[in-house]
């Protein structure tokens, strides 16, 4: 929470906030930006996650065919 002041002195303290957030976020990884891709293929060949995968996929398949219309589920059951 920000101490009462001016409003010069409130602007001052959130700038110097924000200088210190910016240099500290260039100085984790310079030259790298940070991306959910660089993730891409960190569990590859990683049985638990293919567990983990399976699982939701699992979840997944049951959520499409609770979210099925009534007339699509007696086209399917009567094919």
Do not use: C, H, Y
Not at 46 to 62: C, N, P
Request: net charge positive; hydrophobic share 30%.
């Amino acid at each position: 929470m920000m101490a009462q002041g001016t409003l010069e002195e409130r602007v001052a303290a959130l700038e110097r906030q924000v200088s210190a957030l910016l240099t500290n976020d260039k100085e984790q990884e310079p030259g790298r930006t940070r991306d959910w891709r660089r993730t891409r293929g960190a569990f590859t060949g990683d049985d638990l996650m293919k567990e983990v995968f399976e699982e939701g996929r699992k979840i997944r398949d049951a959520e499409r065919k609770r979210a099925q219309p009534r007339s699509e589920k007696k086209r399917q059951a009567k094919s």
